[in-house]
């Protein structure tokens, strides 16, 4: 590398300097945002808003964080609005990729660094981290010696590779599964009640899966670990909630009872006996809780929903308006009248061909379900002779 520095511009939203504790912190504001979603009411908008002011807070830490990067042969100095800093190569324990385009550079002390968006692959950034250890790769190697050693996954190291190699064939085309069933639950509104059954049995399956692998196998996100991971059969539990929030009218908003509560927490406790080697990490930490609220909250929701089989109180009313948001992934409601416990000018959940057969002025009778687990619930059905 040249005398002179190499200068690397980075603009907004594309460095991030911090503690990777600072992240986490990020993320559980996230899950309290979408606790308070769930919970609704005056306890949940609390929530929510102090939710929304950490992750403002963030919006404002990456807005002033923008830097000039120097990179030098022996250090690198960031520049910026709040400072100065200078890190030396000596204090530089190498760098992550935890994603393709966004490159973390570890410094002493541990968990100390900077993440940085790299521009291109083989830019100025790219030949300067070949000076540096990469720790992913060094990880990873040692973590394979690490297996291959171990008699607990087999007698000789060519079994022990073998059961390796068996068993991530097995779980790639399920992963790949999984993040298919996930994407279609994500973008079909009023899934059939055999899609939502199917996406709330990818979750045990994951765990039958790793636990017959006997510790081969890792429920676990993708890591150095040469272990293949049944991840990909646990995102259905993220995409049941959004149905269930997107797609259910509960009386008085959604619901989040004690016993529901206390299913969450034996699901944490489920996933972290199936997967020990959970507890040594942070970030498998974070998603197996995210992971077992999710999943914990909806499946007891949804079957509410689609297992409640006791008789519907049909009501009339007026649709005053129909409306549509969103761009991506669009919502559609139906602004009705007063019925049953509603007021005027309510707003309930409908499907994209309710929207388009229901006309403004028409007359629709609405129904409120008891819930096959106490949770009341409307829907929006159109007039018969008999009712």
Not at 154 to 168: H, K, N, P
Request: proline residues 8%; glycine residues 8%.
């Amino acid at each position: 590398m040249a005398e002179q520095p190499v200068i690397y511009r980075v603009g907004f939203w594309q460095v991030f300097e911090g503690r990777n504790s600072s992240l986490i912190w990020l993320l559980l504001a996230l899950g309290a945002g979408l606790i308070g979603l769930i919970l609704g009411g005056v306890r949940g908008e609390l929530i929510l808003l102090g939710a929304a002011a950490v992750v403002a807070a963030f919006g404002v830490h990456f807005a002033v964080s923008r830097r000039t990067l120097e990179l030098w042969p022996d250090h690198i100095v960031i520049k910026g609005p709040l400072g100065e800093r200078n890190i030396a190569c000596r204090d530089l324990k190498g760098f992550r990729r935890p994603f393709p385009r966004w490159v973390w550079l570890e410094a002493q002390p541990p968990g100390k660094g900077v993440l940085i968006r790299q521009a291109r692959p083989g830019d100025a950034l790219g030949v300067w981290l070949e000076t540096i250890p990469d720790l992913f790769a060094a990880d990873s190697e040692g973590d394979l010696e690490a297996f291959l050693a171990d008699p607990a996954y087999g007698d000789t190291v060519e079994v022990r590779q073998a059961r390796l190699d068996r068993w991530t064939r097995l779980l790639k085309p399920l992963n790949i599964a999984g993040f298919g069933l996930t994407f279609i639950l994500l973008l079909w509104d009023f899934p059939p009640p055999w899609l939502m059954l199917l996406g709330a049995l990818c979750p045990p399956l994951a765990v039958i899966l790793v636990l017959a692998s006997r510790g081969v196998a890792t429920i676990q996100p993708p890591s150095s670990s040469p272990r293949p991971t049944a991840a990909g059969l646990m995102t259905p539990a993220a995409a049941l909630p959004f149905r269930v929030l997107m797609d259910v009218n509960f009386v008085g908003g959604a619901q989040f009872p004690a016993p529901v509560l206390a299913l969450c927490v034996l699901l944490a406790a489920v996933l972290l006996l199936v997967d020990r080697k959970a507890l040594t990490s942070p970030r498998a930490l974070i998603v197996l809780a995210a992971a077992a609220l999710a999943y914990g909250w909806s499946l007891p929701m949804a079957a509410d929903v689609d297992l409640d089989a006791a008789g519907a109180t049909a009501y009339r009313a007026t649709v005053l308006d129909l409306k549509a948001s969103g761009t991506r992934h669009v919502t559609y409601q139906a602004i009705l009248s007063a019925w049953g416990p509603y007021p005027p000018r309510h707003e309930l959940k409908i499907s994209h061909d309710q929207y388009y057969a229901l006309d403004q002025g028409q007359v629709v009778c609405p129904r409120l379900h008891r819930g096959a687990f106490g949770a009341p619930w409307a829907d929006v059905t159109a007039c018969t002779a008999s009712s």
